[in-house]
């Protein structure tokens, strides 16, 4: 079965602290990892697909990367806007159904100005 | 604004009634999906409809029925349902168009409570 663990599920940081959350993943076969922000009281928005290990992508304050097992969203000198939850979800290889996703539970990211 | 609409924003329903929810796309998908979000709960997929045919349909329970006319639109008819169904409903599009790129473009959803 398809799993996806974000840690942590909640982080503080202040005004220009960096950091980065972690998507864990197991899959029978990668076809995409997704990352998307979602604000309260909306739909998620979409920020970067991944295909394979070593890619990395890259939009504004955040680049994604990531490995055969894991992906990472790195947050450089965040920003109040920056405040959201973040998921990631896994697509695999389709096995005679549709390629639906499977999300995470998400990391919930507060910056305090 | 992602392209995709989602009507009522907002529902209060008693477990006798029957609604529905809507749900528009603009942007020349061919896929569309419904999803439920609970708090403390990943997203979780409920149907996909493909070029109007259903494709996949995660376990629910029948008092959830979708309908799909058109690859524009998608709609969840809800019938005597429960206080735990209580929930964020997503819906979602694709391309859905094999070698692109296919992230799913979300809408606002609807933030359903059930009395």
């Known amino acids: 079965e398809d799993q996806v663990t974000q840690s942590p599920e909640a982080l503080r940081l202040q005004e220009g602290e960096s950091s980065s959350l972690n998507c864990s993943y197991t899959v029978s076969g990668l076809r995409g990892l997704f990352w998307y922000r979602q604000d309260p009281g909306k739909g998620p928005e979409f920020l970067f697909t991944l295909y394979s290990a070593g890619e990395e992508k890259e939009k504004e304050r955040l680049k994604a990367t990531l490995t055969k097992k894991e992906s990472f969203l790195h947050i450089t000198a965040p920003k109040p806007e920056d405040s959201a939850t973040y998921l990631c979800?896994?697509?695999?290889?389709?096995?005679?159904?549709?390629?639906?996703?499977?999300f995470g539970k998400g990391t919930k990211l507060t910056v305090n100005p | 604004e992602t392209g995709v609409t989602q009507t009522p924003r907002h529902l209060v329903m008693g477990m006798t009634n029957k609604k529905s929810l809507k749900c528009e796309q603009h942007l020349g998908h061919n896929a569309m999906y419904w999803y439920k979000q609970s708090a403390k709960k990943p997203l979780e997929l409920m149907f996909v409809?493909?070029?109007?045919?259903?494709?996949e349909n995660n376990s629910v329970p029948s008092r959830f029925s979708p309908e799909c006319p058109n690859s524009s639109h998608l709609f969840l008819h809800l019938h005597t349902l429960q206080p735990e169904d209580s929930a964020l409903y997503l819906c979602?599009?694709?391309?859905?168009?094999?070698?692109?790129?296919?992230?799913?473009?979300f809408g606002p959803g609807t933030r359903l409570t059930v009395l």
């Open positions: 979800a896994v697509q695999a290889v389709p096995q005679g159904g549709s390629e639906k996703l499977v």
């Open positions: 979602a599009s694709s391309l859905q168009e094999a070698g692109v790129e296919d992230e799913q473009f």
């Open positions: 409809y493909n070029f109007k045919e259903q494709t």
